[in-house]
């Protein structure tokens, strides 16, 4: 058995005395006190997780927006410095590789523009493998029009601060005004004590209500630990996975490995969005454009269950004694007071208000479709 990576905050968690689990090929916190009581936290308060696993790729050069434009499923070249966007990474059948992050950076100092983009923990050695691979030396070296990349996983760590008080907390920490960041949007700036670098994002990792704050790895343990101390005043907490995960799913936002992988389009995901067809070619765009493709058989669909226990993944899908799909997520929601889930079913089946049955266990339970997201 492999053994487990592990972040820059590792011993700090074990100082936390957080459950460490097998997260993505990671170990990670699942939890610190009680799931229940984090996921509060991070709804009503302000709470920290680490999300150091993720992978880091940064790409520079006068090249660079072209080049990840040739290999995206959305036209980067329109995102401005200072945006963030979601991505797909697709293989030639128009399967989902990943599922990104991408951001688009101007530096002030000089006005050098870079591109950051996060990866799934799971897929980072794949994703760097796959733009490799188009990243000749004939593109990388390109007069005027040259591509560098650094996979900075290991020398930088990340972490999110999600709540109600976060800006409250993090406001007089940066030199820049973090206060002004429209949703999906970043900066890079300096921490006001110190001048150590940092990288500021506001997306739907953390919400509206949160932001996602990249460091060195020699400095992050440090950050964090001076931010708990300056947020008791805000009820912050360590939050682990597992709480995090809950909010995922309110969400409803797709994750890799369970919604995602690469036998799924993004049509059949609900994620033709992140799909720029008519404004340049990618791997994949070609099947993409086939209207069979385009009106997939399988759709992702929500469902609200009855029963006292949510569905797991591979919980079967069923209508009038037929499977018709798979459970991929699911939970008990406190915010709602009830079992969610997502899942994929047969086209036919995926309008809202559509009753439908879940077998749990050995017990079978009513279901109904609702829209996405379960919760704003």
Known sequence: MLSLLRTSLYEWHVTQHAQMAECEGWEMPKQYTSILDEYET???RVGLADISHKGRLFFWGPGAGQFLN?????NIITIKPGQICHALLLNEQGGILDNLLVGHFRRETSEMS???IVVNAANREKDVAHFKQFLTPEIANKPKNEVYFSDETNEQGMIVIRGPRSL???KPLFQRDISALPYYSGLETSL???ERWALVFRTGCSGKEGFEIILESFFIEQFVTDLLRKGQIFGILPV???AMDIIRQESAMPVYGNELDESVTPFEAGLAHLVHLEEH?????NILRDPKTATPQKIRIGLEISGDYPACQNDEIWSEQKKIGWITSGIFSPILQKNIAMGYV???FSQTDQVLNVKIGNNINNAVVVPLPFYR
């Not at 040739?70 to 959305?74: C, F, G, N, T």
């Not at 070619?281 to 765009?285: A, H, L």
């Open 42 to 44: 991070a709804r009503k």
């Open 240 to 242: 682990g996975f597992a």
């Open 346 to 348: 047969s086209r036919e």
């Open 192 to 194: 006001a004590f110190g």
């Open 70 to 74: 040739s290999l995206l499923s959305r």
């Open 281 to 285: 070619d990618f791997p994949g765009s």
């Open 168 to 170: 409250e907390l993090l």
């Open 114 to 116: 870079f591109y950051y």
